[in-house]
């Protein structure tokens, strides 16, 4: 892959504003964010004691300057009936990595996606239900990508989301 195709941004987003640097609040802010993204305005501005209204424009900019890219649940995809989990190599025609992106973002039970340096193209989490379903989706889906000239898939026996040191 050529390495201004791994700075571009998915067309039809737009544009964010260069990075400001983050002040030691707005990095405590991150890291509380990030162990309980349900926490209060309130509870924040506590936390790095900043008033409520300053804790509101600071989680307001980074947002707007796409630090904070959104909120969401962290699952364990086992009890959620994915038991199944591989890490997917792929390599992929010289100049596709837009087209596949857009692909493999339609997968069903796709988590990550990354254009990769090395031996490979791209690495790509998937979550399944079972082994069949993972076969399925390698064989005829990934496979089926003109774009795709070959897969590795690498079965994860365990797996841990590392949380955020407090």
Known sequence: ?????????????????PPRPLDAIDLDILQMLQSDGRASIRSVAERVHVSRANAYARI??????GVIRGFGARVDHERAGQGTSAYITLKIVQNSWRTVREQLR?????????LVGGDFDVLLLVHTSDNRALRE?????????????????????????LEPQG
């Open 60 to 65: 307001n900019r980074l947002i707007d300057d």
């Open 106 to 114: 339609q997968l069903p039970g796709a988590s990550h996606i990354a």
């Open 137 to 161: 989706l390698v064989l005829t889906r990934l496979q089926a990508m003109p774009e795709v000239l070959s897969t590795r898939t690498l079965l994860v026996f365990e797996e841990e989301d």
């Open 1 to 17: 892959m050529a390495p201004e195709q791994m700075a571009e941004e998915p067309e039809g987003t737009v544009p964010l504003p």
